[in-house]
């Protein structure tokens, strides 16, 4: 079967995929954008639904398997790929698949990773694919955090953003207590804290909460940590950058479990 064409930008199929690069667009058609095989493969391995897809003439046999699992798929030309896709050099195909659900706080997972007001989407997503790698369960965010399932987050999640779940929350501090309540130990990364490496054992359970780029984690959130804690900095350098803090306490922690068996 001949594929559709669409050379028109102002195509309804067209609209609807670039309306998808803003966060509201997102939420009233309950769909985000995919861009990349790759990433859509992932997309589609982990079970979401898939439903519109554009490709350059290249892709059409890509395009055409992904029809055989529920897309409306269309050919494009480059230039309508490029007003879509939020990437200046778009990898030849996108799609829209169906908005992931968040978890309910009250269905956390035994190892997560908060985040207090971390807005860049690169930081974001980059945290997100190490928690992936180094074995944490689930990714918990604040208020005046990146959007999760914008498409510069899942960019740098590079599929991580699909396999490992997320959770949504307006009060993070709110939050950090109710789990607390029930069993998880809650490590907050702090410049005031005291050196990660002499901290407590977590437990079983755990959040380890990564404060944002400029001013750290809130008073709220420090109120709602069992202990604060930081890396030594032993060089000239007063801070580290919260994708790399993240990755060696996250790597750190789950080793020291494992270790303690």
């Known amino acids: 079967m001949t594929m559709e064409k669409i050379t028109s930008a102002k195509n309804p199929v067209v609209r609807a995929l670039r309306a998808l690069r803003d966060r509201r667009g997102r939420e009233e058609a ?3 954008l995919v861009e990349g095989a790759v990433m859509i493969q992932e997309a ?7 439903q519109d897809v554009l490709a350059e003439e290249d892709y059409a046999p890509l395009a055409e398997e992904l029809e055989t699992r529920g897309a ?4 494009v030309p480059r230039s309508l790929l490029e007003g879509v896709c939020d990437t200046r050099t778009p990898q030849g195909v996108c799609a829209s698949f169906d908005l992931p659900r968040p978890l309910p706080v009250e269905s956390a997972p035994a190892r997560v990773v908060a985040l207090d007001g971390v807005q860049d989407p690169g930081n974001v997503g ?8 180094a074995g944490f369960d689930g990714i ?8 999760p399932l914008s498409p510069k987050v ?9 396999r490992v779940p997320f959770m949504a929350v307006q009060s993070l501090s709110e939050a950090l207590l109710s789990l607390r309540k029930r069993g998880w130990r809650v490590l907050a990364s702090d410049l005031h804290g005291a050196d990660f490496y002499a901290r407590p054992d977590p437990g079983d359970r755990w959040v380890l ?3 944002s780029e400029a001013h750290g984690i809130s008073d709220a959130t420090r109120g709602a940590a069992d202990a604060l804690v930081k890396l030594p900095m032993r060089g000239g350098a007063e801070s580290l950058n919260a994708a790399v803090a993240a990755g060696i306490m996250m790597y750190e ?3 020291q479990r494992e270790e303690d068996g």
């Open 253 to 255: 922690i789950v080793r």
């Open 209 to 211: 909460v990564i404060g």
């Open 126 to 133: 980059t945290i997100w694919r190490t928690a992936d790698a």
């Open 30 to 32: 309950g769909r985000f």
């Open 72 to 75: 409306r798929a269309y050919i």
């Open 140 to 147: 918990l965010l604040g208020s005046g955090c990146a959007d």
């Open 154 to 162: 899942q960019r740098a999640a590079m599929g991580s953003g699909f």
């Open 44 to 50: 589609l391995k982990c079970g979401l639904p898939i």
